[in-house]
């Protein structure tokens, strides 16, 4: 098995790179200062001018919605294609918003795009597509182990013509973002059905609706990511039309499955980025910083720190590209082991190799200076997001272990 891209791949590269080193690192400090000034003045969840021009200009160059594979509507890339371009984006926390690939809308995009029907993808799906608006998943709860999908208790009950949704959801990831229009919301319309995978349904709820409230923004480590945050949301009495249930009561669960897949893809890719970035600072930090009489990168500690940060990263990278692979070849469903082990492999990874640049930073690396701490929050909220660790290494020894179960 070789990993060979194809041209249209490769030229999108290039594209991509160029326009992160010439377009976004310039004005990365101005989007830092408008954020800081809005923070100051109270508000940091508002819309920043400096990310609107750059979606302009990458969508005027056509790097805009590369992510969608098998569709007319992205850039019809497949997902081992786009493995490399999300890994570029990865490189700087706001290139993935800049082309129109940021989590959750993407995960959200691909559900309308595979589920939504005519109607909803005119109103929610184009919208979203051309970067007018964003989007939440509201799926985790407060009150249970959300890592177990059939402990979701958040009620959804016919009402003639309509549903009404009850519940509390938080962790909703760019629900108290201005732009966020519209939330995909999971919850059981028959919770008493024998089969525990059958009794949650999603569906498309307007922010706008009645009864829908953001109650706080959750921090991450302190970090607010502002303006995309992760809000604490009650849905009281939201009455919802039947039509805006996607695929039909009882498939959920099924949906969750087929959102994640990628989803989980998409962060992994990100984190390599996020690595290569920290390993960078690391080695440039190393050569440049004297302690005890010599470079630090002269130290033995330090090589073999280095080293196994190189190692570490490549091997996450080609487990990321051999899950790519198997999702594009035999599909999500049976590319499953490989997803869940890079789900475990990416984030622990960058959590190591972004310590070790924390620490050869010194004092320096826990500061806002070099966005390592916000790096290392970021990578270490991924062991919980889209399915703790915990359950991935379950379910990677489940279907290792059904090869040796076989009657």
């Not at 013509?161 to 009850?166: F, G, V």
């Not at 004092?363 to 703790?388: E, I, K, M, N, W």
Request: contains cysteine; glycine residues 8%; proline residues 4%.
């Amino acid at each position: 098995m070789t990993f060979i891209f194809s041209e249209k791949s490769r030229d999108l590269q290039q594209r991509v790179k160029a326009f992160i080193d010439e377009e976004i690192i310039p004005v990365k400090h101005a989007y830092e200062a408008e954020m800081t000034a809005a923070r100051q003045a109270g508000n940091p969840w508002i819309v920043f001018q400096t990310m609107e021009e750059l979606k302009k200009k990458a969508r005027a160059e056509g790097l805009w919605n590369l992510f969608l594979p098998e569709s007319k509507l992205g850039a019809g890339l497949t997902n081992l294609e786009y493995a490399p371009l999300c890994e570029l984006m990865g490189r700087v926390p706001i290139a993935a918003e800049v082309f129109n690939c940021s989590a959750p809308d993407t995960g959200n995009m691909e559900t309308l795009v595979r589920y939504g029907s005519p109607a909803i993808q005119d109103q929610w799906l184009m919208p979203l597509l051309a970067g007018e608006i964003r989007s939440g998943f509201a799926m985790t709860e407060p009150a249970v182990a959300s890592s177990d999908a059939t402990n979701i208790e958040a009620h959804i009950e016919r009402d003639g013509d309509h549903y009404i949704l009850n519940g509390q959801k938080w962790f909703t990831s760019g629900a108290s973002d201005p732009r966020c229009k519209v939330l995909i919301f999971m919850g059981k319309t028959d919770p008493d059905n024998s089969n525990r995978h059958r009794q949650q349904s999603m569906i498309v709820v307007p922010t706008e609706t009645p009864g829908v409230t953001i109650l706080r923004n959750l921090s991450v480590f302190g970090f607010d990511d502002a303006p995309h945050g992760h809000a604490e949301v009650r849905f009281d009495n939201v009455r919802i039309p039947v039509s805006n249930i996607l695929l039909g009561e009882g498939r959920g669960f099924e949906i969750s499955q087929g959102r994640l897949g990628p989803g989980r893809i998409h962060h992994c890719m990100r984190l390599v980025g996020r690595a290569e970035d920290a390993l960078e600072l690391m080695c440039r930090r190393s050569l440049k910083r004297v302690a005890f009489g010599k470079k630090i990168a002269e130290q033995g500690v330090w090589r073999e720190r280095i080293a196994n940060s190189r190692i570490m990263i490549d091997q996450a990278r080609l487990m990321v590209l051999h899950a790519a692979y198997m999702m594009d070849t035999v599909g999500n469903k049976m590319a499953a082991k490989e997803i869940a082990m890079i789900k475990v492999i990416a984030p622990n990874m960058a959590c190591q190799v972004i310590d070790w640049a924390i620490q050869v930073h010194g004092g320096a690396g826990v500061s806002q200076d070099f966005g390592l701490a916000h790096a290392y929050a970021s990578a270490r909220s991924l062991r919980l997001a889209d399915g703790p660790d915990e359950v991935h290494r379950n379910a990677i020894a489940k279907l290792e272990l059904a090869h040796y179960n076989v009657r």
